[in-house]
């Protein structure tokens, strides 16, 4: 803490100085490489005063040297020699230039380079570093990115400044964050004041300041700092709520897109594939493949893998149907076997031909993070996405059942497949395309799914049974009923999980589920008809 | 409803298991001589290891058997039948925990090691009474039984049939499994109950104990196969074959249909239950892994394999499949699940009646006493 | 038998068959010398097991390429265990029963090695087992080359304590034998540093656990109290990836809540999108990135035997170069691979390690090793922000549970114990094993 809030102060100083006096001359040579050779010390509180003393130096290339060492990639030839920046760092043999005269060195190898070392302090220290230059940002959302991070990081020669910055923004957000980062500094310093200024924010910067002042020995401090917590606790429940639920319908979401591909091939077909999960896998690898045919565009390997997605896992339904499953008409628990023997095979395949090992599948930069709703309500945006992505792709396959004649047709056949046929409906066509399209739905599900867990061999095997569970609790052959049993059941995971732990909490469910069938045997939504009689 | 005294003799008398028997004792014989009387290191020598071996093939023959009863007699088709297995076997391992006594790492008279170093400080109280041999082994019954009984209870009276039983049993047996993986349960967790001595006295490390193991396993399975085919030759096995292939029309006729499902069901689990705790001290560690929907599909699968509905069939597909997975799993191990995937596909798309079913399509032109081979998708 | 393929079938069908077709063995005095190979290449454990399977078959291959051992050549003996653990048992039986091997390298996961531990006993077996475990064991016929919880969990925690200033902490664990004892360890250990019991959180999540949003979010919350918070993490595998991805979704760095993890190396990173975890420790005796000769030529060579120049290594790799170089020395030392000779021979055994020092065997069958503490990086490797000053010698009881405080392990004679009491001044259960002997 102490060398960071000195770093900082320096670097106060330095924008200061640098406002007023742009780029300097080009320092010689030898000043940089002081600069550079004090960081190749062992001693971690060495190397942040030699940060410092390049945040002060106002070398040109001092940005670009902290954050090459933020990144790692800041390193030093073995016996002494130059200091290099790393460009790209994966494999034996890694492009370098070097760090003083840009000069492009070609390829060195990982043997000759000692990196200069970072720690989680020294990482922080950067950070701040870097945030307060963005204090500056032109853009506004950096200025309100640097502001939070300042909370809870303000030292006490550092508010002058930082008042008077306050009074130079233009963004509201970002001046009662600045506010608040120095009425938390007040708030350690003892100032009984300071909690009015804090008390109703929800930031858990704020809440830990405000929990530190509450075991203060000042027991004025104490009293006022407890009860400020207790009005940001009652705030905080609401949160805690519609967070629990999100979390609820995030799970559900995800067991709704594992599970709707099945909904068509189980309850529409009645084919039992086992092999499901491992359609699922085939989408998820897909998105991996996607991303190693376009490196560096994780997005758009992304969006271009669900259409990608949905053909392989589509592709591989239709040779699972036309090679297996066409045999076993009307024999539901034995394509439960074959497809089970499909699934080890599958499984096996991708072992032997890509790796045993997971497979990193990168999440593209508009899905990292989280929305903010309120300061202490976020919601993760990957989650956000897959749930979105789920309802879209319930919507699209209501609007296929609904609304196209291929939808018709699979409906005609499944209500009675003598009396389609007759009215000329090639049904053996028809099986084809559910199957594929029940397949391809798994597809799309493996891509979403690449965003949240492995993507590995074992993939499909851990969304199987859930998935079965979820579509037998909605009710076979209906596609509201797995909507509705996967959200539901998302949630009712979720609400029990804080109090039975995450174990409890599942085998509940599944004790639910059981109980759930003996009172209505054919799930929540139950097909009527003759084709009910399954 | 078994009005025929005779009703556990019949079977005796019938030339399938006439046969089956004859088989099965003559091998029991021919390993125990072959083990004890020829000399290690003779070609025809089998060695104690192989014994064990085929110690756990009979115990997972019985398994089958037990699955077949209720597959292929009654119609339902159990994704559980794991569960009843392994309580079986839990239930033996946790006398054989107790005989450990304060020879276990820690020397506690009472406590398992595990608990010892997870600070159970007393035994819980569903861990008493395993001490005694005649209490473990009545678990070992009544442990799976009971879970059937409740279980087939409440889904047979609600007429929970086909797939939607199918899944639900699927379900028991992993709700078991993650149960089981706490440690808060008391069952050793992850690591299960292993490290095991003796049994009845027998110190389990012995080639004697070993060989007795495997002639129990055979006996047993002797035993749970006639046990099954007396129930399927009496009047209730006609009324559930009567079941399966259609529940309505016996229901209208006037019989409790669901009586029957409970009654099999039950014997089934018990039959599974033994299996369990024959196969615990065989191979030495019982732990939640029995419980997993895999191997309770690939139990499935042995069945399917020898042909169901047949009995024999079952032991024939227990035994080709775990003698496969045998050999692949030493010589070609990464060709082990391409092997065993494409069995499933092959078996099911081209044998539907299995092993048994070429035999017994051979056989039935010369024996009417045969019984038939149960309707394609009768279970559907 | 001519070939290695497993007598076992071949004697199965001909007893049950009376078939009579079996050659009888022959055996030369310039046999090879076996060594068996038992790791999943199969099922869930295949992901971290195959490459141990691998890192084997390289050793025994480059062992060959010098001339053997004794004059003869090394033959290694593969099977798959499939992940399913009566079956470690089984061909644990195979290998040293049909296939007579003279040691054995296996095993990944603590359920499994119990598996095993009775056969190796037994029929009097060498087992070397390379991967970090929880301890509270020491069996006469294995050799421990991984970290026991003084050589990772316990230095790393007084990292976090000492150098970080932590004062909280959540020890989240899957829920199996490793973490709960880890877990045991570590709690009574941070109390008898003075930490309370409200400022631990302890957490268990089953395996392959992949919605950690409420977990999470307990966490965060745990972590605003005004006291530095951290995680010490025994979560398994699988279970890492959604894991890690929450924390970075949520928000939480490693500046605000690092999470230092003992089950998390190079291999597991590769499978993991590393840019949201830089900072995140993990707690090992070997890093890939460590700098020193020996490291750099066992990457080349497990390059090249791979043929993928992202080929990654890992501690327990390491492990098995260690146990392999050990196993292969107290060979030399005996003259001979006879169990009972080279169990004797191999204690003080030192070999090189590979971040620059010595591995010696100690009396408990465990070994000594550096304790290293890496940070992250973007490239799905480790850099090393802490070391401790020597090596430390591996402890098979832990002195922080109350069952095993009292209990050492030294299987030199005259002592031969696993589980000495030092209070009773007896060796526990286990002696009427050793002495059967």
């Keep these: 803490m102490r060398t960071i809030r000195s770093l900082v102060q320096g670097l106060l100083c ?82 370098v230039r070097d760090a003083l005269t840009d000069e492009d060195l070609g390829e060195m190898s990982r043997r000759d380079l000692d990196r200069i070392g970072i720690n989680n302090a020294l990482r922080g220290q950067l950070q701040n570093t870097l945030a307060l230059l963005d204090l500056h940002a032109p853009a506004v959302s950096a200025r309100r990115e640097a502001a939070r991070d300042l909370l809870g990081e303000v030292s006490p020669s550092m508010v002058e400044p930082l008042n008077g910055l306050v009074e130079n923004e233009a963004d509201d957000e970002v001046r009662r964050l600045l506010t608040q980062a120095i009425a938390i500094q007040r708030l350690e310093q003892g100032d009984v004041g300071a909690v009015e200024a804090l008390s109703g924010s929800l930031n858990t910067s704020v809440r830990s300041a405000l929990s530190a002042a509450a ?248 969304y199987i049974i859930d998935s079965f569970m979820v579509v037998v609790f909605g009710g076979v052959g209906n596609l509201w009923g797995t909507l509705v049993a996967g959200l539901s059941l998302g949630v009712i995971n979720q609400v029990l999980e804080p109090w039975a732990g995450a174990v409890l909490a599942k085998i509940l469910v599944l004790v639910f589920i059981i109980l759930f069938i003996q009172k209505r045997p054919r799930g929540l939504f139950p097909q009527k008809g003759r084709a009910a009689e399954g | ?111 398992p090691d595990f608990m010892v170093f997870l600070d159970w400080d007393s035994l819980p109280w569903y861990w008493h009474g395993f001490d005694m041999a005649w209490f473990a082994f009545l678990m070992v019954l009544l442990a799976p039984g009971l879970l059937a009984l409740v279980f087939g209870f409440l889904a047979f009276r609600s007429r929970v049939t086909g797939v939607y039983l199918s899944i639900i049993t699927q379900a028991l047996t992993f709700a078991l499994m993650l149960a089981f993986f706490r440690n808060e349960m008391g069952f050793g967790g992850n690591n299960g109950l292993t490290d095991f001595k003796e049994l009845l006295g027998f110190d389990l490390r012995s080639d004697a104990t070993r060989l007795g193991l495997f002639l129990a396993s055979g006996v047993a399975l002797a035993l749970g196969y006639v046990l099954c085919r007396a129930i399927v030759a009496s009047k209730l096995g006609r009324v559930s074959v009567a079941c399966r292939d259609a529940e309505a029309r016996t229901r209208f006729i006037g019989y409790r249909v669901e009586r029957v499902q409970l009654f099999v069901f039950v014997v089934s689990a018990m039959l599974a239950g033994v299996a369990g705790a024959l196969y615990v001290p065989q191979v030495g560690i019982i732990n939640p892994g029995e419980f997993s929907p895999i191997f309770s599909i690939e139990v499935v699968l042995w069945v399917a394999l020898g042909g169901r509905g047949t009995l024999y069939g079952a032991v024939i597909g227990a035994l080709v499949v775990n003698y496969a997975k045998t050999v692949f799993t030493g010589v070609m191990p990464e060709a082990w699940l391409f092997a065993l995937g494409g069995l499933f596909v092959v078996v099911t798309v081209l044998l539907p009646k299995g092993v048994a079913g070429l035999l017994a399509s051979l056989r039935r032109r010369r024996d009417d006493g045969a019984v038939e081979t149960p309707a394609q998708g009768a279970s559907s | 038998m001519s070939s290695h393929s497993p007598a076992v079938p071949k004697r199965l069908f001909a007893a049950s068959l009376l078939s009579l077709a079996v050659s009888a063995p022959a055996l030369a005095q310039e046999d090879p010398i076996k060594v068996g190979i038992l790791h999943s290449l199969t099922g869930t454990m295949a992901i971290s097991e195959s490459t141990l399977k691998d890192t084997m078959l390289m050793l025994i291959e480059q062992q060959n390429e010098q001339g053997g051992l004794l004059g003869r050549e090394l033959e290694p003996v593969v099977v798959d265990p499939a992940s399913d653990w009566p079956l470690f048992a089984e061909k644990a039986r195979q290998l040293l029963a049909q296939d007579e091997v003279d040691v054995i390298f296996g095993n990944w996961t603590s359920v499994s090695r119990k598996s095993v531990l009775p056969v190796v006993e037994e029929l009097d077996g060498l087992l070397f087992y390379p991967v970090q475990y929880e301890g509270e064991e020491s069996s006469e016929n294995v050799f421990y080359t991984g970290a026991a919880p003084n050589q990772q969990a316990i230095p790393a925690v007084n990292y976090l304590m000492n ?133 750099y030529d066992f990457i080349d060579d497990w390059i090249d035997y791979t043929g993928d120049e992202m080929a990654v290594t890992n501690d327990p790799m390491e492990a098995h170069y260690i146990g392999f170089n050990m196993w292969a020395e107290a060979v030399r030392k005996a003259g001979t691979t006879d169990v009972d000779a080279v169990k004797d021979a191999i204690i003080g055994v030192s070999v090189p390690n590979l971040t620059g020092g010595y591995a010696t065997m100690m009396p408990n069958h465990h070994i000594t090793k550096p304790v290293l503490i890496g940070e992250i990086q973007d490239n799905g490797q480790f850099s090393v922000v802490w070391e401790t000053p020597s090596t430390v010698a591996g402890d098979a009881w832990s002195d922080y549970l109350p069952g095993s405080r009292d209990l050492i392990s030294d299987w030199r004679a005259p002592m031969r114990c696993g589980n000495y009491n030092v209070v009773e001044g007896r060796c526990g259960g286990g002696a009427e094993v050793a002495s059967a002997e």
Excluded: C
């Design chain 2, 1 to 111: 409803m078994l009005a025929s005294r005779s009703w556990l003799s019949r079977p005796f008398r019938e030339r399938s298991t006439q046969i089956f028997l004859g088989v099965l004792l003559a091998a029991l014989a021919v390993v125990t001589l072959l083990n004890l009387i020829v000399p290690a290191g003779h070609p025809l020598h089998v060695s104690t290891y192989t014994v064990t071996l085929l110690g756990k093939y009979l115990s997972f023959a019985l398994l089958a058997v037990a699955l077949d009863l209720v597959w292929g007699y009654l119609g339902i088709l159990s994704l559980g039948h794991g569960a009843f297995f392994a309580l079986g076997g839990y239930a033996m391992g946790m006398y054989l925990m107790r005989q450990i006594g304060d020879r276990g790492v820690y020397g506690d008279p009472v406590l």
């Design chain 1, 215 to 462: 075991r203060s020995d000042d027991a004025a401090l104490a009293k006022a700092a407890t009860e400020a917590l207790a009005g940001i606790e009652q705030k905080q429940k609401l949160n805690d709520g519609i967070q629990t639920l999100y979390f609820g319908l995030s799970l559900g979401s995800v067991l709704v897109l594992a599970a709707i591909g099945l909904a068509i091939t189980f309850g529409v077909m009645g084919v039992i594939n086992m092999a499901h999960g491992e359609l699922i896998m085939l989408g998820a690898y897909t998105t991996w493949g996607m991303q190693q045919l376009l490196p560096g565009q994780p997005g758009l390997a992304l969006v271009l893998s669900i259409p990608a997605g949905f053909l392989v896992a589509a592709l591989a339904g239709i040779v699972i149907e036309r090679s297996v499953i066409q045999f076993l008409k009307g024999r539901p628990l034995e394509t439960l076997l074959a497809t089970f023997g499909v699934s080890l095979i599958l499984q096996q395949l991708v072992r032997t031909l890509i790796s045993p090992l997971n497979r990193t599948v990168v999440s593209p930069e508009w899905m990292s993070g989280s929305l903010m709703i309120n300061e202490g309500l976020s919601l993760t945006l990957n989650r956000l996405f897959v749930l979105g992505f789920a309802l879209l792709v319930f919507a699209g396959l209501m609007l296929v059942m609904r609304r196209t004649r291929l939808g018709l047709e699979v409906r005609a056949v499944t209500q009675n497949r003598a009396m389609a046929r007759s009215m000329g409906i090639r049904a053996t066509r028809v099986d084809i395309l559910t199957f594929a399209l029940g397949s391809g739905v798994a597809g799309l599900a493996g891509v979403a799914l690449s965003q949240l867990t492995n993507v590995g061999p074992n993939l499909g095997q851990n």
């Design chain 3, 163 to 295: 150098e970080v200033g932590v004062e909280r902490w959540v020890l989240a664990g899957t829920d199996y034998v490793y973490p709960r004892t880890t877990n045991k360890i570590l709690e009574a250990y941070l109390k008898d540093h003075g930490v309370a019991d409200d400022d631990i959180m302890v957490n268990y999540t089953p395996f392959g656990h992949s919605d950690w949003q409420n977990i999470v979010s307990e966490i965060k919350d745990f972590g605003s109290q005004g006291k530095k918070t951290a995680v010490v993490s025994t979560i398994n595998g699988d279970a890492n990836v959604p894991f890690y991805r929450e924390l970075g979704n949520q928000g939480i760095d490693a500046a605000d809540i690092p999470v230092v993890a003992f089950s998390v190396g190079e291999q597991e990173l590769s499978g993991i999108d590393t840019a949201p975890l830089v900072g995140h420790l993990a707690a090992w005796n070997y890093f890939m990135s460590v700098d020193t000769d020996a490291n």
């Design chain 1, 14 to 95: 330095l924008i200061v100085v640098s406002l007023a006096a742009p780029a300097a001359l080009a320092a010689p040579d030898d000043d940089g490489r002081a600069l550079l050779e004090a960081l190749d010390v062992d001693s971690y509180a060495a190397k942040g005063e030699a940060v410092t003393a390049i945040a002060d130096s106002g070398h040109p290339q001092s940005r670009a040297w902290l954050e090459a060492l933020l990144d790692g990639k800041l390193q030093r030839q073995d016996d002494g020699g130059r200091f290099v920046v790393v460009l790209a760092n994966r494999g034996r043999h890694w492009p």
